[in-house]
């Protein structure tokens, strides 16, 4: 089976090595408690030096030859929210979509997968995190995935892009289109709520924090103000602030949104009990 490999983006799979072969019928074991669930010792080519995927398992656990999975702005603007689960699920009804509730990503998500499909599940919606879609060729995931991007495509609302008169942290520049996050009280509330999505996470930390701190987080909201960003903030991380501004966007004004909360937010840091207490404590 071919998967992603850990730390590549599938924009780079035309022009770079972002692909590994790893034995399959292994994987489906460490889904099933063999190994350790990260599938490294599954790779076929033991001069491969690229990890598989964190999300392996599920890949193969899941009876199909082709399994796409994607964290689109268009599923995320809907499956971070009670109400834009409901949405989703009219407007993919034909498709017999199956959500999934938040699990972290690995062996507990996996788990999560299988113990809700039926063998001819193909359309999977991972609340708070994406979409999983299965089918016999490229052909038929292709189709199927475009026909949920545009039944959940939703316009976004207009912002306003109003850059700060103040000065930047020293290192920090302004976010310029993503400011409306910090300037916007709605937006603000929204975003200083939680996490939404595992990625955030990964690439910003727990939230968005309104100062700078020991754990020297990329982007710091300025309230009232705008949106500050690291200038050495990686392309990575900018692409996350993009993400958060392009699917809040597109949430409507009366959609409630439901983060994965601070629990999930330290497991996928791999925070100690220790230091998720600490983290809690300087919250407030
Ligand atoms: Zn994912």
Known sequence: MWIKASGKELADALTSEIFVA??????????????DGTC????????VQLRPSIETTFHAVLEWRVVAHSHSVAVLSHVISPQGRVAAGALLEDLNPVFVPYAKPGLPLTGAITERITPRTQLILLENHGLIVCGRTTHEVD??????????????????????????????????????????EHALARVTSGSFY???VVFLG????????DDGPPVVLSPGVGVQIRVDATEA????LRCLSDVLRRVPADWTLE???PEAEAELLNWDAEKYRQWLAAKG
């Open 237 to 240: 991380q900018k692409a996350m």
């Open 259 to 261: 983060s994965i909360g």
């Open 143 to 184: 189709t199927l995935m475009q026909a949920v991007e545009t039944r959940l495509r939703r316009n976004p609302v207009e912002v306003t892009d109003v850059m700060p008169n103040a000065d930047p942290m020293p290192g920090f520049e302004w976010a310029g289109e993503q400011n409306w996050l910090a300037q916007d």
């Open 22 to 35: 790893v034995d399959r019928k292994a994987a489906i074991g460490e889904a099933h408690g063999a190994g």
């Open 40 to 47: 490294k010792a599954t790779i076929l080519d033991p001069e």
């Open 198 to 200: 595992p990625d955030h």
């Open 206 to 213: 727990p939230g968005l924090p309104m100062e700078d701190n």
